[in-house]
């Protein structure tokens, strides 16, 4: 009876996609929570001159307006860019340097027939593959970390993919960038009450 008893641990949600962000939509936005409000938006722009072209992507919350007790953030670095994180990378606080709910990701210019790349993701112009944003954001007022994978291209202008993102549903609990399930998945109460008390929740 102690067992059925046990409160559940929490867990990692993790949902697998395919959005596209590109000039042409000119980014995309996503919710962290299935059924819930946009959480953080992925912008692609452009500028021209006579001289001079340049694409850049970066990535925010999706609502400005929202009180900083809604704890929206961007895992960044001092330069204001979004870490592009290999899996495996432990996602905390302390990788929340600043204030500031906007870091840049990628940045494509050519000036004078020469083309030039800065920031993270653009990774000199050769883009990444399965790497991570890093995010902090809130559930019922408590923060809550999580992570979005995605692949980024450019060659040609700025493209990128998002492939999933997961959170934990333990506040304040740090993640690991790829991970997609947690040991305590599976408590005592679950495993008492057989096949009938597990999650129906997605699997990658």
């Known amino acids: 009876m102690l067992a059925l008893t ?25 919710s962290m929570i299935d059924g819930g409000k946009k959480t953080f938006a992925i912008a692609i722009g452009t500028t021209n001159t006579s001289n001079h072209h340049e694409t850049g992507m970066s990535v925010a919350p999706f609502d400005y307006t929202r009180s900083s007790q809604q704890i ?14 290999l899996a495996g990378t432990p996602i905390k606080g302390k990788l929340f ?20 790349f800065r920031d993270p993701w653009a990774n000199s112009g050769k883009g990444v593959k399965n790497r991570y944003l890093g ?48 040991k305590d998945e599976a408590t005592l109460g679950r495993l008492a009450q057989g096949a009938s008390g597990v999650s129906n929740g997605r699997k990658p």
């Not at 409160?7 to 962000?21: F, Q, V």
């Not at 929206?72 to 994180?85: M, P, R, T, V």
């Not at 340097?97 to 030039?116: H, P, V």
């Not at 809550?144 to 493209?159: E, P, T």
């Open 6 to 30: 046990t409160p559940a641990e929490g867990k990692i949600i993790y949902t697998p996609a395919h959005l596209e962000c590109s000039l042409a939509t000119g980014g995309c936005d996503w």
């Open 72 to 85: 929206n953030g961007i895992a960044e670095s001092a330069q204001h860019a979004a870490y592009a994180l």
């Open 97 to 116: 340097r600043t204030s500031l709910n906007f870091a840049e990701m990628a940045q494509a210019s050519q000036r004078s027939g020469k083309s030039y």
């Open 135 to 182: 995010l902090r954001f809130a559930i019922n007022g408590k923060a809550h970390y999580g992570w979005a994978r995605l692949n980024v291209s450019v060659s040609k202008g700025i493209h990128a993919t998002l492939t999933g993102y997961a959170y934990e549903t333990i506040p304040n609990k740090p993640i690991i960038a790829g991970k997609t399930h947690g």
